[in-house]
T-cell receptor, first 112, second 110 residues
Framework: GAGVSQTPSNKVTEKGKYVELRCDPI?????LYWYRQSLGQGPEFLIY????????DSGLPNDRFFAVRPEGSVSTLKIQRTERGDSAVYLC??????????FGPGTRLTVL | GQQVMQIPQYQHVQEGEDFTTYCNSS?????IQWYKQRPGGHPVFLIQ?????EVKKQKRLTFQFGEAKKNSSLHITATQTTDVGTYFC??????????FGTGTSLTVIP
């Protein structure tokens, strides 16, 4: 497809479980961002990839959160020992050199 | 840390009235971007401003970047129901981090 895709669209899990959220960026986009958006808030920066490397992971809230992009395309955000406070919409965006970010539809994570 | 604030948080207007949202950063920005997010949707890029004092127009939308590159505004003339949504400004910080503003939620009453 032409846009950024994210799977799953919805994820319900229990407190303490492990989850993986996937992002497929626009083909050819070297930059990839992960954000977290809570209801009524703006997107909160989590991590930025340039190619395969995490160029900036300063937004990850703690060491339960980790993200990879092994081949410089698809990225996976991994959350260990989920907590109720992790419930939010997780957004992925990709970008080329122009800085314009194209967002995916997001994954709505609910931790019960 | 950097903060990007927007005012107002909410705005209700009658269809046909004008609307303005203001964005203020605690630090100087190399550029500023504006996004629109419809209810239940994801942010969609509107425009990027780079130069100090820059003004850009897109039909009924006028975007302005402040002289000090720390503030910006979005003005919509003669709002329509299709303008409903939350408008976010966003800017880069220390190279790779990207901070979004708190957003202004616009409701247009037909």
């Amino acid at each position: 497809g032409a846009g950024v895709s994210q799977t799953p669209s919805n994820k319900v899990t229990e407190k303490g479980k492990y989850v993986e959220l996937r992002c497929d960026p626009i083909s050819g986009h070297t930059a990839l961002y992960w954000y977290r958006q809570s209801l009524g808030q703006g997107p909160e920066f989590l991590i930025y990839f340039q190619g395969t490397g995490a160029a900036d992971d300063s937004g990850l809230p703690n060491d339960r959160f980790f993200a990879v992009r092994p081949e410089g395309s698809v990225s996976t955000l991994k959350i260990q020992r989920t907590e109720r406070g992790d419930s939010a919409v997780y957004l992925c965006a990709s970008s080329s050199a122009t800085d314009t970010q194209y967002f995916g539809p997001g994954t709505r994570l609910t931790v019960l | 840390g950097q903060q990007v604030m927007q005012i107002p948080q909410y705005q209700h207007v009658q269809e046909g009235e004008d609307f303005t949202t203001y964005c203020n950063s605690s630090t100087t920005l190399s550029n500023i971007q504006w996004y629109k997010q419809r209810p239940g949707g994801h942010p969609v890029f509107l425009i990027q401003l780079v130069k100090s004092g820059e003004v850009k127009k897109q039909k009924r939308l006028t975007f302005q970047f402040g002289e000090a590159k720390k503030n910006s505004s979005l003005h919509i003339t003669a709002t329509q129901t299709t303008d409903v949504g939350t408008y976010f400004c966003a800017g880069p910080h220390t190279g790779n981090q990207f901070y979004f503003g708190t957003g202004t939620s616009l409701t247009v009453i037909p």
